[in-house]
């Protein structure tokens, strides 16, 4: 008996180890695939080298670094509402809690709210970001900034941009924060027209409005069109515009993405890419004088380069000198008398030479 149970507490063991040697196994082939499975992200320190030069093993336009983080346009579930069932504003919601919109304001700070908010759009002003001596509510009665944009259409690439000049408006005449939608909802046409309802019905925090105006692009596939219009540069120019223009209309659209989009690999890589194939005289020019890198800095003074070098190419081409023949030669030896004085008869020694030449002593014209 001692014998047997000697052998089964061996074989309990054994099987102790096995299944723990199994175990291990199958964490690692899960982690392997995880990481398989995962995408790789470029990180942008290891894109450059000490020198400030683009890695060699890299290649410029073809990694994609959206951060797939943000996934589905969708709020946090510690978001104000009226909410849908997926978590999204409803802007058409005809019923107003009053009790609820008390504790909107509570969300203008450095909530996880407001934190979702800034993944999108990262230049949204927070209440706390106001300078509060600045305030006055006597200002609400003055007329907006005039010539402010409307937000009509969802496939417009500038309306980050118009949000991000009516913001800026608001800011420098010092009105009340939880006044800003109401000052601002009469620019909401079109497309946007329900957000102008919204503003009106529930009166929204400003915060609410930016992610109004932010789902109502999302669902129409258009959030991410400045980044997406910028990228689209890669083509390059077409056949009846210069260079010059194109690498001006190529940074207007650098500067029309929101700052944080501005910052991503997926950016970095069009602009390198771009110069390199299609401005290739102003990328060497860039190397040589060391302006190259930041491609942000190479991108912003790449269009005064193609400029200066089409001025250049210009001039050059206008000179008189290369539009005039070569002086003839003149031997100063030899007194050579001029063409034009010398007759043009021909004289021959042999008279069957000046028989058979033509000329207008030798042919006759009577028969």
């Keep these: 008996m001692e014998e047997i149970s000697a052998i089964a ?24 695939t995880k990481v398989r499975k995962e995408p790789a992200t470029i990180k942008p320190e290891n894109l450059m080298t000490h020198n400030n030069e683009r890695d060699p093993f890299s290649d410029p336009g073809l990694q994609s670094t959206w951060n797939a983080d943000r996934g589905q346009f969708k709020a946090p579930e ?26 909107w304001a509570s969300y203008n700070s450095n909530s996880e709210y407001i934190q979702w908010l800034w993944k999108y759009w990262c230049e949204l002003v927070v209440e706390c970001d106001l300078d509060k001596t600045t305030l006055d509510a006597r200002n609400r009665n003055k007329p907006i900034r005039p010539n402010l944009k409307q937000l009509s259409v969802t496939h417009d690439i500038e309306n980050l941009l118009y949000l991000e000049e009516i913001q800026s ?10 006044l800003w939608p109401q000052r601002v909802f009469h620019l909401f046409q079109g497309d946007f027209k329900q957000l102008n309802s919204f503003c009106i019905t529930h009166r929204p925090t400003w915060p609410m409005t930016i992610e109004a105006a932010l789902q109502i ?12 219009v910028f990228v689209a540069f890669r083509s390059g120019p077409s056949s009846n515009k210069s260079t010059t223009e194109f690498l001006r209309r190529f940074e207007q659209a650098f500067h029309r993405m929101p700052t944080r989009e501005r910052g991503d690999m997926e950016v970095a890589y069009a602009i390198e890419y771009t110069l390199q194939t299609h401005a290739g005289m102003v990328w060497s020019t860039l190397i040589q004088e060391g302006d190259a890198f930041p491609l942000q800095n190479a991108l912003s003074i790449a269009w005064t380069v193609a400029e200066k070098q089409q ?33 043009q008869t021909p004289t021959f020694d042999n008279p069957i ?15």
């Excluded at 096995?18 to 964490?27: A, D, F, P, S």
């Excluded at 849908?84 to 107003?96: G, M």
Aim: hydrophobic share 30%.
């Design 311 to 343: 001025n250049w190419m210009a001039q050059l081409s206008s000179r008189p000198m290369d539009q005039q023949f070569l002086p003839t030669f003149k031997d100063p030896l030899r007194d050579i008398k001029d063409s034009s004085i010398t007759s």
């Design 169 to 178: 408006a608001f800011v420098q005449e010092g009105t009340y924060y939880h």
């Design 78 to 103: 510690k978001s104000p509402s009226p909410r849908t069932k997926t978590n999204l504003l409803c802007l058409s919601e005809t019923n107003v809690n009053r009790l609820d919109r008390q504790s």
């Design 217 to 228: 692009s999302s669902l129409s596939n258009n959030l991410r069109s400045p980044v997406d």
């Design 353 to 367: 030479n000046s028989v058979n030449a033509a000329n207008t002593q030798t042919v006759c014209y009577s028969c």
């Design 9 to 32: 507490d061996k074989v309990n063991n054994i099987e102790s180890t096995l299944n723990g040697r199994i175990v291990k196994i199958e964490q690692a082939v899960e982690r392997i």
